[in-house]
């Protein structure tokens, strides 16, 4: 893996219902990661604390190599991000979108106002029009727009095209493709879009209830994760020991549907065992989360 972007190490945080954490990530620079995981798995949290605007009750996050510690010159840092929250601040619904732009630009030496109406253009969006006239969508796309403005080194976003219609969505794909072309960008992302990871993602990591179980390059993790449709031929076969063993039901006669996560050895596995592979099937992202749950 190449230089981090985020690096965290033993970090905690307790909350009354919930706990996040232990969390030990270490999310590379110029590449998309996609964090994925259920409602309340602490996707969100993450990111809070990734700016700073939660801190942890142990461990620690560091940023570009900074550590991340909730203090003044935390601004360095920030003004190299680009940040879409999953919910857009209610305080400012009197404001127009330029009004906030022009709030927003001190902070981000990188402002590039051509940029900004440009993105603007792009998504469609009116930046004159309060917030509280906007739709949830034009919402999402004025806040893409501001984020990417100032072209930050690291785009956080979460769950960015929530609320996004088809057209906006593609237009949003696209736009992140292009912000990614120099090569030294990075986007951290959370997302329930299986299609969106897809296209974006080159790392996945998945969050279930607070513990982070991995990151994973992309395309090794959907070829390791195959249901394998398998006849034994008669013969008992120890099914649990086939590496990678996730699951195993009959699918009529002599015939098993077998998921493993490790598809290349569970099929040397088979041979060795004399049990015939008949097909075999990649999983999808949200079908190996279901299986993680
Ligand atoms: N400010 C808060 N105070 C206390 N608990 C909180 C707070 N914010 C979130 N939580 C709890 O932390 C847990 C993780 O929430 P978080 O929003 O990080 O999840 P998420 O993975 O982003 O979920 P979703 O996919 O629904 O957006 C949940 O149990 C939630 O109730």
């Known amino acids: 893996m190449t230089e981090a972007a985020v690096a965290i190490e033993r970090l905690i945080q307790r909350r009354a219902h919930f706990e996040l954490g232990p969390v030990n990530l270490?999310?590379?620079?110029?590449c998309v990661t996609a964090i994925v995981g259920p409602n309340g798995?602490?996707?969100?949290?993450?990111f809070r604390l990734m700016l700073g605007l939660a801190m942890p009750?142990?461990?620690?996050v560091r940023m570009f190599g900074e550590q991340v510690d909730g203090a003044g010159d935390a601004v360095a840092y920030k003004s190299r991000i680009g940040y879409v929250p999953e919910q857009a601040i209610d305080i400012e619904e009197h404001l127009s979108g330029d009004e906030k732009a022009a709030f927003t630009r001190p902070w981000y030496p990188g402002w590039d106002v051509n940029f900004y109406r440009e993105l603007l253009r792009r998504f469609e969006v009116d930046p004159g029009m309060k917030f509280r006239k906007m739709s949830k969508g034009m919402r999402r796309k004025f806040d893409l727009s501001l984020a990417m403005a100032h072209h930050p080194e690291l785009l956080l976003l979460d769950e960015p095209s929530s609320g996004l219609d088809p057209i906006a969505w593609k237009t949003m794909i696209d736009t992140l493709h292009r912000y990614m072309e120099p090569g030294d960008r990075t986007i951290v992302m959370a997302s329930h879009i299986v299609d969106e990871v897809r296209r974006l993602a080159d790392y996945i990591v998945f969050i279930i209830q607070g513990k982070v179980l991995g990151i994973y390059e992309k395309d090794a993790l959907l070829e390791s994760w195959q249901t394998l449709y398998?006849?034994?031929?008669?013969?008992t076969i120890l099914w649990k020991t086939m590496p990678g063993f996730r699951s195993c039901d009959r699918a009529g006669g002599t015939t098993y549907k077998i998921v493993t996560e490790k598809a290349g050895e569970a099929e040397q596995w088979l041979a060795a065992h004399g049990a015939a592979l008949i097909s075999k099937q990649k999983l999808e992202l949200d079908e190996i989360l279901l299986e993680l749950r």
């Open 26 to 30: 270490t999310i590379p620079k110029g």
């Open 41 to 46: 798995s602490g996707k969100s949290s993450l």
């Open 57 to 60: 009750d142990e461990g620690s």
């Open 230 to 235: 398998v006849d034994a031929g008669g013969k």
